[in-house]
């Protein structure tokens, strides 16, 4: 009922699914021996930045087009290529069918 | 730009070259290889729907279905044509 | 071969819409262009239908002979008012497209990109 | 869109009525000779749209009120219900079949006399549910066709950006 | 070549010829109309390929209503092509 | 179960007969009206499951439309149900029944509403007729009503220049689509005189015309499905349309792309295993044209959706990823067809449509929760939602780890019989795939992290958990999504399988219609 057979290997959601509950089960006994010191609407919960001034919360969070900056960067080369195809040009639209369209009755009909 | 006329005027070409044999290889102009399906319906117009139209009697009998889809995309259009150019305030 | 003209004629209509729509900057233009595929497909339907010497497929005044193919041309009816139907959503959008835009210029109507 | 000159709106108001009853006559005949609900739909509302360019979507739009617009509406929904109606009562009657034409070739009912083969003279009184449908869908094609027309017409406004 | 033939082969390149006119022009109206031409040609072409129900629909649509819209469009538009 | 003949066309005529009555019904009244939609689609997805429950016990059914027989010249309309097309049609009534549900207060505060809901049936209508026509011109004809009535509803907010551009675009590609699909059928009419896929299919040669007319049904087809490089219209649209009909938008491209496998596999079954040029199968020769477009689709969708900053313009990037996985799927179960690794990769590539449609439906439903809530869709301007968005954040994280594939979910269920399988075809298939897999997990977490986590920003103070039809919505396709990721076996023997068996079976297709067979 639950495995399904990939011909190389098989896969069981319910194992996992176990291993995932017995997992947070863990994590939530480790927590529960932790040191019960918090306290609410005091010192302790507000943010440190060594003695400087907090930021506004919009400055503190980071922004969408900011992630995986290292990774867009070093494929510059790359998205500058993807943008440049990208180009919301109607006609281009349409230019890139008849392309694939003249790729495909090459390669199929000939 | 330029590199996009250049591909352009490329792949037209080669899509022209397909059509233009397309159109060479049919069947000679108005002589058809095949005619079971119309020789049916011509044959049998009469007698079936009690149509002196043969076209009227596909469209409304034989393929009905077709023309409640093409009821439904002149619905649909008009349709789309009042939401384009409704009030956007109550 | 000089009776596939009307298939050549087709052809024609197809290669020239698309170039319209390729080619052509102007949104009413690329309208038009799909105007002509539109009207390049229904010829083709109906050449398609055609047998030589033949009458059209209505008995009323038949003085009896070979028919053309009826449904090609209940294809085409159908096709037609199709085409109509595009047509005019696609013209309302360009209205609203100037309205937005002030331009029908295909290259400064893309504020999506990317 | 401002009306033509005064010549121009008197012939198409003459011609006017020419055009709506031959349309009609091409809808009802739809099933003898050539035409059928589109063709004579589609002259109909060709024959509206005359008017509506001869006298200017200004002159129209004052004469024509939400309302109209709406019954315009109506009637084409009307046309296709009765359209597909009539496909659902070939499922209700008869062999209970989803288009089929249960009044064909049946003497009682009107539009079922059968019809001699071969080369006949015109008998409207044939083809079953044939000319009802022409009806359904010509009643439809002029209120879509003339409707598409109409608000198109209306929305030339949009140019002054009211 | 009998005189049907002849037909055969003109009325296609009229279409044609019209249809190039109406990809060429740089006036929108004229354009249009080229279409309308084309379409009432086509309209011809229908009636002597043996389909008069295609070719009243197809004048009726395609000659007449297709223009009108058309030409509402422009009218709320702009006449030339290249205008900025 | 055995159900009547006349079931099938009603799940076609009830959704029209409704759209035709909708705008007689909103002149009474408004909440009368959304009730009506609600009931006439629930209706017709009962239908659909009754039908289902019939064919995938007693095999192929089909329909005449306007007579009993079926006398060999096959001139009328006929509708042929397989397991395949039925369950496209399950896929589609699902989602338009959550989107129904859902728009109900997410479209609440617009006018012209009477029109949107007709729209939505029509679209419908088109969707389900597509998926169950057994004949060419009739795809056709639905193909225009889907994309016509999906057209003004992307345009639905006219107000915005994106969307009324979207919406042109939309039209532009989806009229020369289809205009080229019809130029296809002529062609095949022209040369065998039929239109019924059954037919043709038992008489087609795969002369040069037929070889024409299948690459402009395939690559027509596909531009409609959003396959890189003609994907470009579908960010677009999906982006610019409202979150309710982003939804339907993914069913009906999926019903597109049942169109193309429907053309190779069936219309041109008998011909697949043909020799074609350099001694090469047919079936490798396309199976090999369809993997390179899959493989380029999964690369530009995951690459393009990394730099996204809108939100719906994101996910609709995955989701071109997504169309990918089933592209290679079904492309790796061509070239390798008759093969066992074949037929699993066929399973995974079926069973990854159903799972796409649901886990990418969630997560665009859930972008529209988000625009309700704060009326922003750029991941700049977002964060700190999971704050006072609870239910939202939970709904968003099950569609996330589906999309991306992580188990227990749906998604990992199908990818991993895609990556087995195009392992054995081809190692570097399977190992760009996971990757990309990996990639598109790393996307959806930026917009985990850029809407739900951070501080509470203060102009998201007073923001408000969405109203309770639309968490319903949500609720139940993330309910759909986990059941199916943890009973992923009884799904693909009771759904998936016979779907795969449909489509190779074309013989079985063919002789439900033509005597005698092949």
Redesign the interface.
């Known amino acids: 009922?639950?495995?399904?057979e990939?011909?190389?290997?098989f896969?069981n959601?319910?194992i996992?699914?176990i291993v995932?509950v017995v997992t947070f089960l863990l994590i939530y006994i480790l927590r529960s021996l932790g040191k019960k010191g918090y306290k609410k609407d005091t010192e302790q919960v507000k943010s440190f930045l060594s003695g400087n001034p907090e930021y506004a919360?919009?400055k503190?969070?980071?922004?969408?087009?900011n992630?995986?900056w290292g990774?867009?960067t070093s494929?510059k080369g790359?998205?500058a290529l993807?943008?440049k195809?990208?180009?919301?040009?109607?006609?281009?639209?349409?230019?890139?069918?008849?392309?694939?369209?003249?790729i495909?009755?090459?390669?199929?009909?000939? | 730009m330029l590199t996009r006329n250049i591909a352009g005027v490329i792949v037209f070409s080669i899509v022209a070259v397909f059509f233009i044999f397309t159109a060479l290889l049919m069947h000679p102009f108005g002589v058809p290889d095949e005619s079971d399906m119309d020789d049916y319906i011509i044959d049998n117009t009469q007698e079936e729907t009690g149509a002196n139209n043969g076209v009227t009697a596909v469209v409304f009998d034989y393929r009905g279905f077709d023309t409640l889809g093409e009821a439904t995309v002149l619905f649909a259009a008009v349709t789309g044509v009042i939401v384009l150019f409704r009030r956007l305030k109550k | 071969m000089i009776y596939n003209i009307p298939y050549l004629a087709v052809a024609a209509l197809i290669l020239l819409g698309l170039y319209a729509l390729i080619f052509k900057r102007n949104l009413i233009k690329m309208v038009i262009g799909i105007t002509l595929i539109e009207s390049g497909v229904n010829l083709f339907l109906i050449t398609l239908g055609y047998r030589k010497e033949s009458i059209a497929p209505i008995y009323t005044s038949s003085p009896g002979g070979i028919m053309s193919f009826p449904v090609p041309q209940a294809l085409t009816l159908t096709s037609i008012v199709i085409g109509v139907a595009v047509i005019a959503l696609m013209l309302s959008l360009v209205m609203h497209i100037y309205r937005h835009y002030g331009t029908l210029d295909a290259r400064e109507t893309r504020r999506l990109k990317e | 869109m401002s009306g033509m000159s005064k010549i121009v709106k008197t012939i198409s108001s003459i011609i006017f009525p020419f055009i709506t009853i031959y349309g009609l006559y091409v809808i009802a005949h739809g099933h003898l000779t050539p035409g059928g609900g589109f063709q004579g739909g589609a002259v109909v509302a060709s024959g509206l749209a005359m008017l509506l360019v001869a006298y200017g979507s200004v002159w129209t739009m004052g004469k024509l009120k939400e309302k109209h617009l709406s019954i315009n509406q109506t009637l084409e929904s009307v046309g296709a219900i009765g359209f597909i109606g009539l496909a659902f009562f070939g499922l209700i009657f008869g062999t209970k079949i989803f288009f089929n034409n249960f009044l064909v070739n049946k003497q009682d009912y009107l539009f079922g006399a059968t019809v001699k083969l071969g080369e006949t003279a015109a008998n409207i009184n044939t083809a079953g549910i044939l000319p009802l449908m022409n009806f359904a869908v010509g009643l439809k094609v002029i209120a879509g066709l003339f409707g598409i027309v109409l608000l198109m017409a209306y929305a030339t406004r949009l140019k002054e950006g009211k | 070549m009998t005189y049907i033939e002849l037909i055969h082969i003109i009325v296609p390149i009229l279409i044609v010829g019209a249809s190039i006119v109406a990809v060429l022009l740089r006036d929108l109206l004229a354009a249009v109309i080229a279409i309308a031409a084309m379409s009432l040609l086509l309209s011809l072409e229908f009636y002597i390929l043996q389909a008069p129900d295609v070719a009243i629909a197809q004048a009726g649509v395609g000659a007449c209503l297709t223009t009108a819209i058309f030409v509402i469009a422009i009218r709320a538009t702009k006449r030339m092509e290249g205008e900025a | 179960m055995n159900v009547p003949d006349y079931i099938i066309p009603l799940i076609v005529a009830i959704p029209l007969l409704g759209a035709f009555l909708t705008p007689l019904v909103s002149r009474i009244n408004d909440k009368l009206r959304n009730i009506f939609v609600i009931i006439v689609l629930a209706l017709n997805a009962v239908l659909v499951f009754l039908l289902a429950s019939d064919i995938l016990t007693t095999g192929i059914k089909t329909y005449v439309f306007g007579a009993k027989d079926l006398s060999y010249p096959i001139v009328r309309i006929l509708f042929e149900v397989d397991a395949m097309s039925i369950f496209m049609a399950i896929i589609s009534s699902i989602l338009v029944l959550v989107a129904v549900v859902y728009s109900w207060s997410f479209m609440e505060k617009n006018t012209g509403l009477d029109k949107y809901y007709t729209l939505i049936l029509l679209l419908t209508a088109g969707m389900l007729g597509m998926v169950l026509t057994g004949d060419m011109f009739n795809f056709f004809v639905f193909l225009e009503i889907t994309s016509i009535a999906s057209c003004a509803l992307i345009a639905f907010w006219i107000h915005r220049g994106e969307s009324v551009e979207a919406g042109f675009k939309y039209i532009v590609i989806s009229a020369m689509g289809a205009l080229f699909v019809l130029f296809a059928v002529a062609l095949l009419y022209g040369q065998y005189n039929a239109l019924n896929i059954a037919l043709l299919s038992s008489v087609i040669q795969y002369t040069f015309l037929d070889k024409i007319a299948l690459v402009l049904l395939i690559v027509a087809l596909a531009m409609k499905a959003g396959i890189v490089p003609m994907h470009m219209w579908l960010p677009d649209s999906y982006g610019s349309a409202p979150s309710s009909i982003s939804i339907i938008l993914v069913s009906a491209t999926l019903a597109s792309l049942y169109g193309v496998f429907r053309v190779i596999f069936t219309l041109y079954g008998n011909v697949l295993s043909n020799i074609a040029n350099f001694g090469i199968p047919v079936n490798v020769f396309i199976g090999w044209l369809i993997v390179a477009l899959a493989m380029v689709s999964i690369l530009i969708g995951v690459i393009m959706a990394l730099i996204q900053t809108d939100f719906k313009r994101l996910i609709a990037y995955g989701a071109v990823a997504e169309l990918g996985y089933m592209f290679l799927g079904i492309g790796a179960g061509i070239t390798a067809l008759g093969t066992a690794y074949g037929k699993t990769a066929l399973d995974g590539g079926i069973f990854h449509i159903i799972n796409d449609a649901l886990d990418v439906g969630l997560l665009f439903l859930v972008a529209g929760a988000i625009y309700y809530a704060t009326k922003e869709t750029s991941l700049d301007k977002l964060g700190g939602l999971a704050r006072n968005m609870k239910y939202t954040t939970v709904f968003f994280v099950i569609g996330l780890l589906a999309v991306a594939g992580m188990p227990p979910l749906n998604g990992f269920a199908s990818k991993l019989l895609i990556y087995e399988s195009t392992f054995q075809l081809n190692p570097i298939l399977a190992i760009v795939a996971i990757l990309s897999s990996i990639l598109l997990l790393a996307v959806f977490v930026k917009v985990f992290y850029s809407a739900f986590m951070g501080p509470q920003l203060p102009k998201f103070k007073d923001v408000k958990e969405v109203p309770k039809s639309m968490l319903f919505s949500m609720g139940v396709i993330a309910c759909i999504i986990v059941i199916f990721g943890l009973f992923p076996e009884v799904i693909i023997n009771n759904i998936v399988e016979p779907a795969a068996n449909a489509l190779i079976g074309y013989s079985e297709y063919i002789s439900q219609v033509v005597a005698g067979g092949i």
């Open positions: 009922m639950f495995t399904i990939t011909g190389s290997g896969w959601p319910i996992w699914a995932i919360k919009e503190m969070h980071v922004k969408a087009s992630l995986y990774f867009t494929l790359l998205y993807l943008r195809m990208h180009t919301g040009n109607t006609s281009d639209y349409v230019l890139w069918f008849v392309i694939v369209l003249a495909f009755l090459l390669v199929e009909v000939i």
